[in-house]
């Protein structure tokens, strides 16, 4: 069956230190998005690609960034970690924009101390 | 620009309790619309969506309908369970998101 997977799921780093965060989709999904999750905030889009190579800011880019070199993953890098980040990061993908359901991830549970 | 609203929570009923979580949005032209369920330690899911005006989206006894003129998508489910404990998500097109509305149920 097809799916969409995160790793690590739980990870505890340091103010600034560069952390990677791995999302791996085996649906051949052309979009996927990486989601910041805090209480009182909901969901927030980070950064977003429709395909290999394209790469977009969300509403909350700064201190992330992505790369898409195929279809099936998409990393989310923190180039400096700060307490700030302490969240739980979703990855979703989709096969095409607008009417298509997110597929999302379990959820990486990162703490900067 | 283009939002979504959603009720905010939390919120608690009993068991068989009839419930509403209200949406609304603002955006030009004509987005797709969705609720998505999130339950405790998982990712979002699905549970309905609408792609026009006036559908009706409805899944596991829940239903929402794409109502234009009021710009709202609001959730409704006649009798709750306690397994429908869990974080409710308004969503329009992709990538915007309301910030969520947890319901507890209980026995």
Redesign the interface.
């Known amino acids: 069956d097809a799916e969409i997977t995160q790793s690590p799921r739980h990870k505890i780093t340091e103010t600034g230190r560069q952390v990677t965060l791995a999302c791996h989709q085996t649906w051949n999904h052309n979009?996927m998005?990486w989601?910041r999750q805090d209480l009182?905030?909901?969901?927030r889009?980070i950064h977003?690609s429709y395909g290999v190579h394209d790469t977009n800011k969300?509403e909350v880019s700064d201190g992330y960034s992505v790369s898409r070199s195929n279809t099936e993953d998409l990393p989310l890098t923190l180039e400096s970690a700060a307490s700030s980040q302490t969240s739980v990061y979703?990855c979703?993908s989709?096969e095409q924009?607008?009417?298509?359901?997110?597929f999302?991830?379990?959820?990486t549970r990162l703490t900067v101390l | 620009g283009d939002s979504v609203t959603q009720m905010e929570g939390p919120v608690t009923l009993s068991e068989e309790a009839f419930l509403t979580i209200n949406c609304t949005y603002t955006a030009t032209g004509y987005?797709?619309l969705?609720w998505?369920v999130q339950y405790p330690g998982?990712?979002?899911?699905?549970l309905l969506?609408a792609?026009k005006a006036d559908d009706k989206g409805s899944n596991k006894g829940f239903e929402a309908t794409y109502r234009k003129e009021t710009t709202s998508f609001h959730l409704e489910k006649g009798s709750v369970q306690v397994s429908d404990s869990a974080v409710y998500?308004c969503a329009y097109?992709?990538?915007r998101?309301?910030?969520?509305t947890r319901l507890t149920v209980k026995p």
Request: proline share 5%; hydrophobic share 35%; aromatic share 22%.
């Open positions: 979009n998005f989601y009182g905030h909901g969901l889009l977003y969300g979703f979703a989709s924009g607008g009417a298509d359901e997110q999302f991830g379990p959820g | 987005p797709s969705f998505y998982e990712g979002l899911q699905l969506k792609t998500f097109n992709d990538m998101f309301g910030a969520g």
